[in-house]
């Protein structure tokens, strides 16, 4: 297990309700990554934070929105979502970016969402 | 547009069998490139980093190659075991803005005892 925790790790919902995904980590970085695993396609970039300012939001549907309350949380909340978006979420963190190829990203363990 | 290729999709060998591992990439413009490895329905596990400036790294059986200038990369397995079945995902960072990780599509690997 890495320094970046992820809950819950299941999830199980309908197209009606809201939930929140929530990561924490304990390495003191300062930038940290919602990535998205769906079955027979590569890890997707979603959103990154850092120093809780959101830098980048990589064309994800309004239906998952991004919260960021302090270096060390980042959470995903969840609504209306469609049965497609069932996939491993991920989350990750960093030192910072400007450091190049020394911004090395850890993962958490990931939450399995499924939309029924 | 950055694009990662990993071939083969999966293979399968018998436990003990040295193996190879292949990805490719299109935009050289990157920081370093990363094997993970990702047991079933898990997190990912960091294998090694390759910066761009070097040529290759190694830790235990796995040994990573790096050719940037022609987009490639191999990650080396020797001496292969049941316990190294899993997926290995090869991912790059790039250059500039939020210096993201481009993922390939991953390799399952799995040993045969």
């Known amino acids: 297990e890495t320094g970046v925790t992820q809950t819950p790790r299941h999830l199980v919902m309908g197209m009606t309700n809201k939930k929140s995904l929530k990561c924490e980590q304990h390495l003191g970085h300062n930038a940290m990554y919602w990535y998205k695993q769906s079955a027979k396609k590569p890890l997707e970039l979603m959103f990154v934070?850092?120093?809780?300012?959101?830098?980048e939001n990589n064309s994800v549907p309004s239906r998952f929105s991004p919260e960021c309350p302090n270096s060390s949380h980042l959470f995903l909340h969840l609504h209306t979502l469609q049965p497609e978006d069932s996939a491993l979420y991920l989350c990750?963190?960093?030192?910072?970016?400007?450091?190049?190829?020394?911004?090395?990203?850890?993962f958490g363990p990931g939450t399995r969402l499924t939309v029924l | 547009k950055q694009e990662v290729t990993q071939i083969p999709a999966a293979l399968s060998v018998p436990e003990g069998e040295n193996l190879v591992l292949n990805c490719s990439f299109t935009d050289s413009a990157i920081y370093n490139l990363q094997w993970f490895r990702q047991d079933p329905g898990k997190g990912l596990t960091s294998l090694l980093l390759i910066q761009s400036s070097q040529r290759e790294q190694t830790s235990g059986r796995l040994n990573a190659s790096l050719d940037k200038s022609s987009g490639r990369s191999t990650l080396y397995i020797a001496a292969s075991q049941p316990g190294d079945s899993a997926t290995y995902l090869c991912a790059v960072m790039m250059q500039g803005g939020s210096e993201k990780l481009v993922f390939g599509k991953g390799t399952k690997l799995t040993v045969n005892p």
């Open positions: 990750a963190s960093s030192q910072e970016p400007g450091l190049g190829a020394y911004n090395e990203q850890f």
């Open positions: 934070y850092n120093f809780k300012e959101q830098t």
